[in-house]
């Protein structure tokens, strides 16, 4: 976030502290050794380590939607390139279409979650069995 009161360059010295705070965290760094190491206060330590692991976040999110693009049209791809085939009634060509479009709702997550059910439609019953093993 840009700030018109803050000096140029003063958000990429903040973007730098906040890297270097997280970098500290995931060595093992405390909050206060963070602070004591930067020269900033612990709850400004705190804050840039969150900001920094939200960044991070957005960034991982972005890829992840242009991976699954990127995916998506290459089944696009398939199932035009198999189209004569399942228009032709080939049952190769058919169970590839097929497999194209489980694919492509397990990547966009179309197909809702099935439900487990006991006996008669209940509840499913588990049963977790503890066995101690002995010393010997």
């Known amino acids: 976030m840009t700030h018109r009161n803050r000096p140029l360059g003063e958000d990429a010295k903040r973007r730098d502290r906040a890297a270097k705070a997280l970098e500290l965290r995931i060595l093992g760094a405390s909050y206060r050794q963070i602070a004591a190491q930067v020269g ?16 991070l976040d957005k960034l991982i999110h972005g890829k992840a939607e242009r991976l699954r693009d990127l995916e998506a049209r290459r089944l696009d791809h398939y199932q035009l390139a198999l189209a004569p085939g399942i228009r032709a009634g080939d049952p190769r060509a058919v169970l590839a279409g097929v497999r194209c479009l489980e694919r492509r709702a397990k990547l966009l997550g179309l197909d809702a979650p099935q439900q ?3 006996v008669d439609g209940g509840p499913l019953t588990i049963r977790i069995e503890h066995q101690e093993l002995k010393d010997e």
């Not at 900033?40 to 960044?55: P, W």
């Open 40 to 55: 900033i206060s612990e709850r400004t330590a705190y804050l840039d380590v969150q900001d920094e692991l939200a960044r």
């Open 116 to 118: 487990l059910a006991g």
